[in-house]
């Protein structure tokens, strides 16, 4: 998986209004208080680790929506990654005031997402009980909203971690475009001035920059911006110390 990444930033949620029309015709009105359950929400923080978000939901959905809430989920690593709230009732079988629920109080809201930045693909299931009464089908539309909401967290995260990269590589490859026409310019300065060929200007360069102790595109900003090597810096770049001998012999360093 790649560098995980918490924004701190959440993603504006629907306001309670839009909550409340969603459900002004169903006779199935979920006894939650939208205003309540949205302010909770809130405090959800974006991550393009799905396990970060989705552990802010477990905590989100109780009391507010939920008695008890259990989110498991894997994204092929081992084990996979499973929280429970209320916390330290986490087993096998999920909270321990939700195991004496019948079946009909869990809902139980499965998930599966396939990205496509980059990001491994990840699935799970977020449960939710109640002790005393069973959900509703507004329920399940809350339940199934709310985890939308995290995929869609969790998608904006990855979205901008994969503008970044891609960002910082068109930054760099512009730097090496201005870098190299920078030494391509001091190249031929070099050449025009001290007879060189090509490669020679640019030996010639190259140890004027490791004499200074600048990167070599440093030194043909200087060459580009005077005209000429800097002077005091011209040691080991004559003609001679660059050029191969008679005998083809390597330039001397």
Known sequence: ????????????????GDLDAFFRH??????????????????????????????????????????????????GAQPPFRITHPAGQ??????????????????????????RVGYASYAGVVSHWWAGRVPSES?????????????????QERLLAAVGRAEDRAASLALQSISGRAISLATGIVM???????????????????????????MAARVVRSGSLPPGQRAGTTVSEIRPSAAGGRPRR
């Open 1 to 16: 998986m790649a560098d995980r990444v918490v924004s701190g930033g959440a993603v504006p949620l629907l306001a309670p």
């Open 26 to 75: 169903r006779d199935d009105v979920p006894e939650v208080s939208p205003a309540r359950l949205i302010s909770t929400l809130r405090l959800l923080r974006g991550s393009d680790d799905p396990t970060v978000t989705f552990a802010g939901l477990a905590k989100a959905s109780v009391p507010e929506f939920a008695d008890a809430c259990q989110v498991e989920l894997s994204d």
């Open 90 to 115: 986490a087993d096998d079988q999920g909270p321990a005031d939700a195991q004496a629920a019948g079946p009909d109080q869990v809902l139980l809201t499965p998930f599966r997402v396939v990205p």
């Open 139 to 155: 329920d399940v539309a809350l339940a199934d909203l709310m985890v939308k909401h995290c995929i869609a967290l969790v998608a």
């Open 192 to 218: 025009h001035q001290r007879g060189l060929s090509p490669d020679e200007a640019e030996e010639v360069l190259r140890r004027a920059a490791m004499v200074t102790g600048v990167a070599l595109s440093g």
